[in-house]
């Protein structure tokens, strides 16, 4: 289906504000390729009973505050609940049916499980209407709350939560794993570091509620300690020492320093394993490419590192593997 000069419903829910940041992103994904596109971001509430929205997204944070355990007793208790019985959605469902019809969309997506429930009850009643509905599970959960069966396509956040979908009778099809939409401001080529200042992104659910304790505290100190001194050294790096240090985890001073006897007639990769070496000569290729794309040292090492230490794992376990034949 093309959705040139079409007109997609995109319904959502104020609680939180992962529902709500979730459609803005699928919005403007759409509209980057199909600029043509009419889409609509809604409330389902507000386009079916808006004096319900303000008490009801109130008890949502009252509840995620004060009484997260109940709060997360009803959440998982949801899992394995068959929404069909639920009859919350019912009492939304019959204006917001007057405003689908009203708006006559091309496309359905809904990124909250009651917005799923009350287009699952418009295909029920209007099935001679053929629009297609997608589910974005902005969840990282196999909650059937989400699960309808007229639902023509679900987006998943992960491979793990499609296997558990498809374990609970969803045909394969009818799910692509697509990670939880997010805004394009976090899709960056390069990371650009400040004198001083450190970014650092916490995530959470539930309002973003979690309890920050002192040892997590303590680590983050740690954390901006180890950080700066991993600037300072690069600041002054040769391009041998950012690969050693990616994969043996210390510069060829600090090995001599360590080893002065082998270090007379040695250096630190004639003690490497055929390993390491391969390694060594992938990152190596990857520095180059990366050098002539103009990415920082500080960008590089952390790559390299990432690079270094995933190829490593693979040559172990190809190792094991060919030990046990």
Known sequence: MSINNKTILILTAQFGAGHISAAKAIKDYILEKYSDSN????????????????????????????????????????????????????????????????????????TFPLAAACVYNFKEKYNHINIPTLTVITDVVDSLEWVYPNTDMYFVPSCEIKNR??????????????????????????????????????????????????????????????????????AYAEEADILNVALFGFTAKAWRDENPELAKKNNVRDFASINE?????????????????????????????????????????????????
């Open 165 to 234: 979908f498809v374990q609970k009778g969803i045909h394969p099809s009818k799910i692509k794993v697509t990670g939880v939409p997010i805004s394009k401001n976090f899709n960056v080529n390069s990371k650009y570091i400040t004198s001083g200042k450190y970014k650092l992104l916490l995530l959470g659910g539930g309002r973003g509620l979690f309890d920050v304790s002192e040892e997590f505290m303590y680590w983050i100190d740690n954390f901006i300690e180890n950080y700066k001194e991993n600037l300072e050294w690069l």
């Open 39 to 110: 889409i609509l971001i809604e409330n389902f509430i507000d386009a079916s009973l808006p004096i319900m929205n303000k008490p009801m997204v109130k008890f949502y944070e009252n509840n995620t505050k004060y009484t997260p355990g109940l709060y997360n007793y009803y959440y998982y208790f949801k899992k394995s609940f068959d929404p069909r019985h639920d009859i919350s959605h019912k009492l939304y469902t019959p204006k917001l049916i007057e405003y689908i019809l009203k708006v006559n969309p091309d496309l359905i997506i809904s």
């Open 277 to 325: 070496l391969t390694v060594l000569s992938n990152l190596e290729t990857h520095n180059a490419q990366m050098i002539r794309e103009g990415r920082s040292k500080a960008e590089r090492f952390q790559i390299l590192k990432e690079i270094a230490e995933y190829q490593l794992n693979i040559l172990k376990a190809a190792e094991k593997i060919k030990l046990i034949e």
